[in-house]
């Protein structure tokens, strides 16, 4: 399989502290690929340089061989590079279904259109959108009277819309029931192997992680310590140090 | 260089009242997020208060006495204002309560008014300081230098209230996060009450010992308002270190400027602010405003939707009244009209930007003015065609704004406020005085409408063709991709900009629309008056458009429009009584607390209240 997204060797200082310290890894195509870490890892921060949120320090980012490193989220995002976010930002204003016509009207290239009827642009493609995560029942309701776990579904639709080849999502399931997590995980897990896009998520409930995730790689303290399959992670030693010399069996005390 | 060297004293003793005034409008903007525009108007208080108790108590005792009592009396009206109209409004949409400052200050003008009358008062000297020290051979006023020692004492005082007190804490507190001081216990009520009196106490103080130098009057409050804006913004919102440092600076540069460049005099401060705010956008000292920290307050969004039937039929049956009104109506009824249309469009192309597209401008008035005199101008200098010269007002203005808007967009929230300010002064300066071109305040008069169109009939249906297309091409627009991907912007930037929408460039294009549409209303204006002045240009013209849509509503398309026909139709019938401000102040706070959610917000929750679930308005 080709890779589609690798960094190299990234590098974030916030006034002398290294979030990100020299991490270096590679997406490859149809793969669900997993960043864990503790609290304070640096994941985000790592999300965030990727889908240019962030400036790296230094260090590069290359997609599909092409260098994106410090071109802004948009840009990216015409790219063919899908993003949801930790804390879901979906337009309160507007309902389920106009949230993913807003993308697929950016998508086609129609943000600066003064005729048309928003509403009515592309609404079927939004409905099929909708009912890929579920959520067509809800499609005519408001965002803002969304429940948490609905509105991660709708990132979920909003990111797939305009058919990204990779697919950047940081902790899909936080803030969701035990149940739910595992409904959206097998959601990706779906749409992964039906698009044959590349996902990379971080997450933070192992459960979710061990069952779906091709490969999984471990950040701690900034620092690349595990990239392979799961059964390498889980026996790595290191790894095995940063999870459990707490005593925590691959569960989290929750994150704030 | 002694002459320089007692400029600069001058500068740092005019500091003195700026700096106080500035300190407690930041002081009240960190902890309760309001925009006070009715500061000025505690500053006004203060001067007459304090000249008032320094007549009644003698000697330098009552001298000082009368100042530090006149802090107390403001301090207590203050609380008293934020007890009785803005502790009632505070769940209300963000920036809501401007609208009830506004009309706290109308009512304290007119109330001014009648206490101490419409004759300027001459501030006392201050005992044992009337003469002067000759300082490297040049004359400073005793008092100068006295201010010039008392004011870093203020600042001290200050700080060690904010950094080292209880009440520093919970100030500091909650200027960061006020729903979490609430959630440990404090009483936000009482907090937000005494940090308001504290603000309002700060600025009566400054009025006061401001008093030998410059004396009461009733222009005060507006003529402040706009410096002490500058102040806050140049050192940073919430920092009093930053408005001390820019109260020193800009009343320095202000006291060079009378000498050197007095044509600089008025548009200084505002080109040293823009200056500071393109190079540090949230000010000398300030941080960067985590928008949303607060989160949402009042009722959350609904989607909004074109009027289903019956609201297309009250539309047309309103415009079918409006088009027939010229066979029935008197011709001084015809003139309000006109006047509501011109004012509702000006309005509806502000709620276009700050209702739609989040982005608060306090400087509207530039672009309607703007237009007005592109076309006045044209006409006067080189006599343009009346079409032409109509043309033009759109034209210009929309490029004025495209120039203005290139500049704030790369601001939010507060700081884009200030920066349209700024810019629109910078506007209403040149015309006010660059009198070669423009004649100043003498205006520009004599700009009538070409023949066929010069009776109150044709002018009639020509404002009313022009207004009404363009209030109903804004709202097609609001519904069109491109409305919907301003609302993205405003709804979540980050998310907007994640899904390649370019933020920056729809709302340049959205604040180039919109002023368009202001310059449209402003040349449908100058040639219904036949004239035009650079009070089109005022601060005050921008608040007005400012307060309209806000008291209409600005989550309702059609906020702008009735507010500024509700405004319109009530400042006719009432400036005809004496004390019109304090009755049109009443009925503005009256409404604020009655509908916090504007008129149009309010009135559509009493109707879905009256007819539940029938009206989510079908396509």
């Not at chain 1, 590069?60 to 410090?70: D, K, Q, S, W």
């Not at chain 1, 990204?164 to 035990?178: C, F, K, N, Y």
């Not at chain 2, 440990?184 to 106490?201: C, D, I, P």
């Not at chain 2, 050192?235 to 202000?254: D, H, K, Q, T, Y």
Request: net charge neutral.
């Amino acid at each position: 399989m080709t890779e589609i997204l690798r960094a190299d060797t990234l590098r974030k200082s916030y006034d002398g502290f290294l979030a990100v310290d020299g991490v270096s890894f590679s997406v490859r195509e149809g793969e669900l690929k997993a960043l864990i870490g503790p609290n304070g890892a640096g994941k985000s921060t790592c999300f965030n340089m990727l889908t240019g949120q962030l400036k790296p320090s230094s260090g590069e980012v290359f997609l599909r061989g092409a260098r994106i490193t410090g071109k802004r989220p948009r840009e990216i995002w015409r790219l063919g590079v899908g993003r949801t976010f930790q804390i879901t930002g979906t337009y309160a204003s507007m309902s389920v279904a106009e949230n993913v016509q807003m993308a697929l009207i950016s998508h086609h290239r129609r943000l600066f259109g003064f005729g048309a009827r928003a509403w009515k642009l592309y609404r079927a493609e939004a409905l099929d959108l909708l009912r890929s995560v579920a959520l067509d029942d809800q499609a005519d309701r408001p965002c803002s009277v969304l429940a948490y776990g609905d509105l991660k579904r709708l990132e979920l639709a909003i990111a797939l819309s305009h058919r990204p080849r990779l697919l950047l999502m940081d902790e899909p399931t936080a803030g969701m029931a035990p149940s739910a997590r595992i409904d959206m995980m097998q959601l990706v897990a779906d749409v992964v192997r039906d698009q044959g896009l590349s996902v990379l998520f971080t997450e933070h409930d192992m459960d979710v992680v061990f069952a779906h995730a091709h490969h999984i790689m471990v950040l701690n303290r900034g620092k690349l310590i595990a990239d392979g399959n799961a059964e390498a992670v889980r026996n790595d030693p290191r790894v095995q140090e940063v999870y459990l010399g707490g005593g925590t069996l691959f569960k989290e005390a929750r994150d704030a | 260089m002694a002459f320089l060297f007692a400029l600069f004293l001058t500068g740092l003793a005019n500091a003195a009242a700026l700096f106080l005034v500035a300190s407690g409008l930041s002081l009240i903007f960190g902890v309760t997020r309001i925009v006070n525009f009715a500061h000025g108007s505690f500053y006004m208080l203060g001067a007459f208060i304090g000249v008032t108790l320094m007549e009644l108590l003698p000697g330098a005792v009552g001298f000082w006495g009368a100042i530090l009592l006149t802090g107390l009396a403001v301090g207590l009206i203050g609380a008293l204002v934020e007890i009785v109209v803005l502790r009632r409004i505070y769940r209300a949409p963000e920036l809501f309560q401007l609208v009830a400052t506004f009309g706290v200050i109308l009512v304290i003008q007119d109330l001014a008014l009648m206490i101490w009358g419409a004759e300027d008062r001459l501030g006392p000297r201050a005992p044992g300081l009337r003469g002067v020290w000759r300082i490297f051979g040049e004359p400073v006023p005793k008092f100068d230098i006295v201010l010039i020692a008392i004011t870093p004492v203020i600042l001290l005082a200050l700080w060690y209230l904010i950094t080292r007190t209880r009440l520093g804490i919970l100030v500091r507190a909650a200027t960061q996060d006020r729903e979490m001081v609430g959630a440990l216990g404090v009483n936000q009520a009482w907090l937000f009450t005494g940090v308001f009196a504290l603000g309002s106490a700060l600025a009566g103080w400054g009025g006061a010992l401001q008093l030998p130098k410059g004396g009461a009057n009733l222009l005060m409050d507006f003529n402040i308002i706009g410096a002490v804006f500058v102040v806050v913004v140049i050192g940073g919102m919430g920092s009093l270190p930053g408005a001390f440092i820019a109260a020193v600076l800009i009343s320095v540069l202000n006291a060079f400027g009378v000498a050197f460049l007095p044509e600089s005099t008025l548009v200084l401060m505002f080109v040293v602010m823009a200056a500071v705010l393109i190079l540090r956008p949230y000010g000398l000292l300030g941080r960067e405003e985590t928008a949303g920290e607060h989160g949402q307050v009042g009722a959350p969004e609904t989607p909004i939707r074109p009027y289903g039937p019956r609201g297309v039929a009250l539309t047309v049956a309103l415009l079918v009244l409006l088009a027939a009104l010229p066979a029935f109506a008197e011709p001084f009824l015809l003139t309000l009209v006109v006047d509501i249309t011109v004012f509702a469009l000006f309005a509806a192309s502000l709620h276009f930007i700050l209702g739609t597209g989040g982005m608060v401008s306090f400087g509207h008035a530039a672009f309607f003015g703007g237009g007005a005199y592109a076309a006045a101008l044209l006409v006067y200098h080189s006599e343009t065609p009346m079409e032409l010269a109509f043309l033009c007002a759109p034209l210009a203005a929309g490029v004025l704004a495209l120039g203005i808007g290139w500049f704030c967009i790369r601001l939010s929230g507060v700081y884009f406020a200030m920066l349209t300010l700024a810019f629109s002064q910078l506007v209403w300066s040149l015309a006010f005085q660059w009198r070669s071109v423009t004649r100043g305040d003498d205006g520009l008069i004599n700009i009538w409408p070409a023949d066929w169109l010069n009776a109150p009939m044709p002018y009639y249906y020509l404002t009313l063709a022009l207004g009404v297309g363009g209030i109903l091409t804004l709202r097609h627009i609001i519904h069109a991709p491109f409305g919907y991907a301003l609302r993205a912007g405003r709804d979540s930037p980050r998310q907007a900009e994640a899904m390649g929408i370019n933020v920056g460039r729809v709302q340049l294009v959205a604040f180039a629309l919109a002023g368009a549409m202001a310059g449209l209303a402003g040349g449908l204006f100058v040639f219904s008056k036949g004239s035009v002045f650079p009070t089109e240009l005022e601060i005050t013209k921008s608040f007005d458009a400012l307060i309209v849509v806000f008291l209409g509503g600005v989550k309702t398309l059609a906020g702008g429009v009735v507010g500024a026909s509700f405004m319109t139709s009530v400042e006719h019938w009432l400036t005809r009584l004496e004390y019109w401000r304090l009755v049109l102040g009443l009925v503005i706070i009256a409404v604020v607390i009655l509908m916090p959610e504007g008129i149009v917000g309010t009135l559509k929750r009493l109707a879905g209240r009256l007819r539940p679930s029938t009206e989510e308005a079908p396509r």
